[in-house]
């Protein structure tokens, strides 16, 4: 059963980089066909995907955020990290790590809270 779990800092000062670990269990990061993606949901808003890397490291963003976010992978530790810079409080959300199958986003992170704030 494939695990995933989001770690980092709950809260972020305006302007800074708000940085993001998700530890796989149950599953490799190298596995064909399967994507590691980050989505997060503001409050009272609706779901928000951010970017996807894939089984061979290619990454993909969300054009409305691609200019703020990354995404890497460390494979010996299984993990995928999210690094998004200059960060305001439109960035407070909660932030969820998944694992997808082209469109079927099939096993979940517990998500975590991120509060931009001074």
């Known amino acids: 059963q494939v695990q995933l779990q989001e770690s980092g800092p709950g809260l972020v000062k305006p302007s800074q980089t708000l940085s993001l670990t998700c530890t796989v269990s149950?599953?490799?990061?190298?596995?064909?066909?399967?994507?590691w993606s980050w989505i997060r949901q503001p409050p009272g808003k609706g779901l928000e995907w951010m970017g996807t890397i894939d089984y061979s490291g290619s990454t993909y963003y969300s054009p409305s955020l691609k200019s703020r976010t990354s995404i890497s992978r460390d494979t010996s530790k299984n993990q995928f990290t999210l690094r998004v810079s200059s960060v305001t409080p439109e960035d407070t959300a909660v932030y969820y790590c998944v694992r997808n199958e082209g469109a079927i986003y099939n096993y979940w992170g517990q998500g975590t809270q991120v509060t931009v704030s001074s």
């Open positions: 149950g599953g490799s990061l190298t596995t064909l066909n399967y994507y």
